[in-house]
């Protein structure tokens, strides 16, 4: 059974660094693009960026490019969303999703995880 | 950069149909493929429908997908309505310079 099981919940101050993480099972992790989408309370979805775990190539939305960093670590099937300096705006829920390579579809979504950034 | 146009909010009665418009403000609809997703409130989102029309499994056929070039536009048409269809959908395609464009999403609501 493919699943993307996500880290918990964080709660942060302005300033402070964090690192979040999207792990993945019952799928050759290596195989297939990860993506990360940002959903601030009541709003739409974002893509922030997608990284290929078998050579980690990466892109980002322009919209997010300087913000975050993407990575990942095939060794343990995980992939990763980071910030050296939170802001309040970064409060949100953060989805990693599998991109399935032939139709592009994301078919699998982790559970989400929600950070809260705030003095 | 282009950008998919959906409404914000569409309503309909249980066992109604409704259409949910996705408009691509630039470059052709019909160039690449485009998915549709389904979010509850507080879960997280599902495909309903991906290359323009098909349905993952699981799906009922009650939910179909269309492109209409003429409109530059892609439609989630929903028959038969359920009150547990009532979600927010996303509409997503891409290019080969935009990997990933979300629509900014319609709230339905079956009353």
């Known amino acids: 059974e493919v699943q993307l099981v996500q880290s918990g919940a964080e709660v942060k101050k302005p300033g402070e660094s964090l690192k979040i993480s999207c792990k993945g099972s019952?799928?050759?992790?290596?195989?297939?693009?990860i993506g990360w989408v940002r959903q601030m309370p009541g709003k739409g979805l974002e893509w922030m960026g997608i990284?290929?775990?078998?050579?980690?190539?990466?892109r980002y939305s322009p919209s997010f490019q300087g913000q975050v960093t993407i990575s990942a670590d095939k060794s343990i099937s995980t992939a990763y969303l980071q910030w050296s300096s939170l802001k309040a705006s970064d409060t949100a829920m953060y989805y990693c999703?599998?991109?399935?390579?032939?139709?592009?579809?994301?078919?699998?979504w982790g559970q989400g995880a929600l950070v809260t950034v705030s003095s | 950069n282009f950008m998919l146009t959906q409404p914000h909010s569409v309503s309909e009665s249980p066992g109604k149909t409704v259409t949910i418009s996705c408009t691509r403000s630039?470059?052709?609809?019909?160039?690449?493929?485009v998915q549709w997703y389904q979010q509850r409130p507080g879960s997280a989102p599902t495909t309903v429908l991906y290359?323009?029309?098909?349905?993952p499994s699981g799906v009922p056929d009650r939910f179909s997908g269309s492109i209409d070039s003429s409109s530059n536009s892609a439609s989630l048409t929903i028959s038969g309505l359920k009150t547990e269809d009532e979600a927010d959908y996303y509409c997503?395609?891409?290019?080969?310079?935009?990997?990933?464009?979300f629509g900014g999403g319609t709230k339905l609501t079956v009353l």
């Open positions: 999703a599998r991109r399935e390579g032939v139709t592009l579809n994301f078919d699998f």
């Open positions: 019952g799928y050759d992790f290596t195989t297939y693009w």
């Open positions: 990284i290929y775990p078998g050579d980690s190539d990466t």
């Open positions: 630039s470059g052709s609809i019909a160039s690449n493929y």
């Open positions: 290359e323009d029309d098909q349905r």
């Open positions: 997503q395609s891409y290019d080969s310079d935009n990997p990933v464009v």
